[in-house]
């Protein structure tokens, strides 16, 4: 048994070697110093609070010039880092990923272009619930069963002006490709994404097209769709409706038998758990939105996207209160939904609240203060790539529990904290393929004579640049 486990710390760590080669040749300038930097955030003890305070970590073996030299003039290759985690979910494994959109904040960043103002979950006064900044949408891949690890496998940023819901189907696309050249994936299930209630169910199913995919998406309670099926003769003259009858979703009890149903008995958190389907629904889509930037001439009629509504009611929550609603979800792809599979993946989901969370605090992604969304994309492919480390890792690292935290239970990985904080001890049996640092010595300086030039502010929401001075409070006014 010890030599079994010995064979399989060793293959982990292969791996994990492997990974780190594969990252180094991914990136294209300053590659040392990017390398370096993405090891500081993962050998360093405690949060990440300031960008300049990972240049005094030991793994770091340069000065802080370099630091901030490296995120403003470095470059890593996007379509080649994309292949690198694409390859890490397990082989016997189903394909689940989550789709969703987290803010990076700039609220006083006047010289940052390319901000606006995006949706913040948390603000201190309780009334704003917008912020400004850059919005980046991230694709995770989920696991089975209650964990707090995923896999980011893409990450980019949601321009202003951008259309959320092309952007979203071209990272789907990208992506079953991807999962697609893999060898061994093509006996696999179809892969299933997972998306929250901001984004347009029908518009995104008609956006992917005939991909091989299947899209989960949660419906508000409050929309209105149609089975498709003809009703009674009208009186008079006129044309039948050719949407068929009307199903509320708030409506108490739907006249329409659901074309599948399942029941759960007895779960650990939820009690009892009823799930209804119901086949071939649509709704009435407008000429807005995504359907607007479509070009008219292609589109006569606007066209009919049929999917599945599935019903899910529950017993109660996991803290004992009893649901104020019922949760309703959108499934389109090649085959019918397996009930079981979707209400239990949309639980998954919320895996990325962890994932966000841990980036944010912990990992400082929005610590980085940083004047350009390109150095944000940057730094957020930078942590990526440490994350994916520090989930390879959670099998060979040592639990250095604190005498106030509780023990993880038998069979269970530890967390992506417990994970960070013993990294930096395998860390120097992995080595690194960065090499050492050049001999330097301090520059001329400004020339004499050369003034420095203030720096360009931009306007919120918008991509043109401002080469005189602005005061902020004109902008925000403005914006």
Same mark, same amino acid.
């Given at each position: 048994?010890?030599?079994?486990?010995?064979?399989?710390?060793?293959?982990?760590?292969?791996?994990?070697?492997?990974?780190?080669?594969? !990252?180094?040749?991914?990136?294209?300038?300053?590659?040392?110093?990017?390398?370096?930097?993405?090891?500081?955030?993962?050998?360093?003890?405690?949060?990440?609070?300031?960008?300049?305070?990972?240049?005094?970590?030991?793994? !770091?073996?340069?000065?802080?010039?370099?630091?901030?030299?490296?995120?403003?003039?470095?470059?890593?290759?996007?379509?080649?880092?994309?292949?690198?985690?694409?390859?890490?979910?397990?082989?016997?494994?189903?394909?689940? !990923?989550?789709?969703?959109?987290?803010?990076?904040?700039?609220?006083?960043?006047?010289?940052?272009?390319?901000?606006?103002?995006?949706?913040?979950?948390?603000?201190?006064?309780?009334?704003?619930?917008?912020?400004?900044?850059?919005?980046?949408?991230?694709?995770?891949?989920?696991?089975?069963?209650?964990?707090?690890?995923?896999?980011?496998?893409?990450?980019?940023?949601?321009?202003?002006?951008?259309?959320?819901?092309?952007?979203?189907?071209?990272?789907?696309?990208?992506?079953?490709?991807?999962?697609?050249?893999?060898?061994?994936?093509?006996?696999?299930?179809?892969?299933?994404?997972?998306?929250?209630?901001?984004?347009?169910?029908?518009?995104?199913?008609?956006?992917?097209?005939?991909?091989?995919?299947?899209?989960?998406?949660?419906?508000?309670?409050?929309?209105?769709?149609?089975?498709?099926?003809?009703?009674?003769?009208?009186?008079?003259?006129?044309?039948?409706?050719?949407?068929?009858?009307? !199903?509320?979703?708030?409506?108490?009890?739907?006249?329409?038998?659901?074309?599948?149903?399942?029941?759960?008995?007895?779960?650990?958190?939820?009690?009892?758990?009823?799930?209804?389907?119901?086949?071939?629904?649509?709704?009435?889509?407008?000429?807005?939105?995504?359907?607007?930037?479509?070009?008219?001439?292609?589109?006569?009629?606007?066209?009919?996207?049929?999917?599945?509504?599935?019903?899910?009611?529950?017993?109660?929550?996991?803290?004992?209160?009893?649901?104020?609603?019922?949760?309703?979800?959108?499934?389109?792809?090649?085959?019918?939904?397996?009930?079981?599979?979707?209400?239990?993946?949309?639980?998954?989901?919320?895996?990325?609240?962890?994932?966000?969370?841990?980036?944010?605090?912990?990992?400082?992604?929005?610590?980085?203060?940083?004047?350009?969304?390109?150095?944000?994309?940057?730094?957020?492919?930078?942590?990526?790539?440490?994350?994916?480390?520090?989930?390879?890792?959670?099998?060979?690292?040592?639990?250095?529990?604190?005498?106030?935290?509780?023990?993880?239970?038998?069979?269970?990985?530890?967390?992506?904290?417990?994970?960070?904080?013993?990294?930096?001890?395998?860390?120097?049996?992995?080595?690194?393929?960065?090499?050492?640092?050049?001999?330097?010595?301090?520059?001329?300086?400004?020339?004499?004579?050369?003034?420095?030039?203030?720096?360009?502010?931009?306007?919120?929401?918008?991509?043109?640049?401002?080469?005189?001075?602005?005061?902020?409070?004109?902008?925000?006014?403005?914006?």
């Amino acid at each position: 048994m010890d030599a079994l486990n010995v064979d399989a710390d060793m293959e982990a760590l292969s791996v994990l070697s492997g990974f780190r080669d594969g !990252f180094h040749e991914c990136l294209d300038a300053r590659a040392d110093t990017l390398f370096e930097l993405a090891d500081s955030v993962i050998c360093t003890d405690g949060p990440v609070t300031s960008l300049v305070e990972l240049s005094l970590t030991p793994v !770091f073996r340069r000065g802080h010039g370099a630091l901030y030299d490296a995120l403003a003039d470095g470059a890593l290759d996007e379509e080649r880092i994309r292949d690198l985690p694409a390859e890490q979910p397990p082989a016997d494994a189903p394909l689940m !990923f989550g789709i969703d959109a987290t803010t990076y904040p700039r609220p006083n960043a006047e010289c940052s272009p390319g901000r606006g103002l995006h949706y913040a979950p948390c603000r201190c006064d309780g009334d704003r619930k917008v912020v400004p900044g850059w919005q980046f949408q991230w694709v995770t891949g989920l696991e089975w069963g209650s964990s707090s690890w995923t896999l980011p496998v893409d990450v980019r940023r949601l321009p202003q002006a951008s259309c959320p819901v092309t952007v979203t189907a071209q990272q789907i696309r990208d992506l079953t490709t991807r999962m697609a050249s893999r060898a061994g994936s093509i006996d696999r299930p179809v892969p299933l994404f997972v998306l929250d209630q901001g984004y347009a169910a029908a518009a995104l199913t008609h956006a992917v097209g005939d991909a091989e995919v299947q899209l989960l998406v949660r419906v508000s309670g409050d929309r209105v769709f149609h089975d498709g099926r003809p009703g009674p003769r009208k009186p008079g003259p006129g044309r039948n409706g050719v949407h068929g009858n009307r !199903f509320e979703l708030a409506a108490a009890e739907q006249s329409r038998r659901p074309d599948q149903s399942l029941v759960v008995p007895d779960t650990t958190k939820y009690g009892r758990v009823e799930v209804r389907a119901w086949h071939g629904m649509h709704q009435k889509v407008q000429r807005t939105g995504y359907f607007a930037r479509m070009q008219p001439e292609l589109f006569t009629r606007l066209p009919v996207i049929e999917g599945t509504l599935i019903e899910v009611r529950v017993e109660r929550l996991p803290d004992g209160r009893k649901p104020h609603r019922t949760m309703w979800l959108w499934h389109s792809g090649p085959q019918a939904p397996d009930l079981d599979v979707c209400w239990r993946a949309y639980l998954r989901r919320f895996d990325m609240e962890h994932t966000f969370r841990f980036m944010k605090s912990q990992m400082g992604w929005t610590a980085a203060r940083v004047r350009h969304p390109e150095q944000a994309i940057r730094w957020t492919w930078l942590l990526i790539a440490a994350y994916v480390q520090l989930r390879l890792a959670r099998d060979l690292t040592a639990d250095l529990r604190r005498p106030w935290e509780r023990r993880t239970h038998p069979g269970k990985p530890l967390t992506p904290q417990r994970v960070r904080r013993a990294f930096r001890h395998l860390h120097r049996q992995l080595g690194t393929p960065a090499r050492l640092p050049k001999t330097t010595h301090p520059g001329p300086g400004r020339p004499p004579g050369r003034s420095n030039i203030p720096a360009p502010r931009h306007l919120i929401g918008s991509e043109t640049r401002k080469t005189g001075t602005q005061k902020s409070g004109g902008a925000k006014k403005k914006g």
